[in-house]
């Protein structure tokens, strides 16, 4: 038996500015994942037929698809998060909000919380190595052949953390508003 949690309700009346800007920069990332989606589809199905029809493969393609599926899925979770879509197990927490509401939400509320730890953690153990990729110059492939910069990637998973951090935190808030 399943029990729908909303762990993204929003205000009554009109949204503050910074929950606004927060969706928007949120959803602008997903739209720029989605975007890299259909571009990384383009260049695979190019590499395949450059590989088959002129037994010349697009250089790099490996290492693009490895770094750009990190890239993707950073750009999408804060996104996927705050909408809800975000796997999670929340049995326990669906049969506690049933019978004690308040109690259901202060556990989610505990819950939001430990995710922007979480995200927050990635987002400090990421910074030091895209800054440090930066300023070495750290490339990914075979010299000679085809090489990318690291930074962009784990900039990206920097800034993705964070915006996670920041949708935990938006549903921490609400969360604990229920709980009150």
């Known amino acids: 038996m399943s029990h729908t ?19 928007g920069i949120m959803s602008a990332a997903n739209v720029a994942a989605t975007a890299w989606i259909l ?33 993707i899925v950073f750009l ?39 995710g922007v730890a979480v995200s927050l953690m990635l987002a400090w153990a990421v910074y030091p190595k895209a800054t440090r990729a930066f300023a070495r110059g750290e490339m990914e492939g075979i010299a000679g052949h085809f090489q990318m910069p690291v930074w962009p990637f784990l900039a990206i998973v920097t800034g993705g953390s964070a915006l996670l951090a920041l949708s935990f935190a938006i549903s921490a808030f609400y969360a604990g508003k229920r709980a009150l």
């Open 5 to 23: 949690i909303d762990t993204t309700p929003e205000p009554e009346g009109p949204r503050p500015l910074p929950l606004k800007l927060a969706d």
């Open 76 to 114: 999408q979770v804060a996104h996927t998060h705050r909408k809800g879509e975000l796997i999670r197990s929340d049995g326990i927490l669906g049969l506690l909000a049933k019978r004690r509401p308040r109690a259901g939400a202060l556990l989610d509320c505990a819950g939001q919380l430990c």
């Open 39 to 71: 571009l990384l589809m383009v260049l695979i199905l190019s590499d395949v037929i450059g590989r088959n029809a002129f037994l010349h493969p697009i250089a790099g393609v490996p290492e693009m698809v490895k770094f750009s599926i990190v890239g």
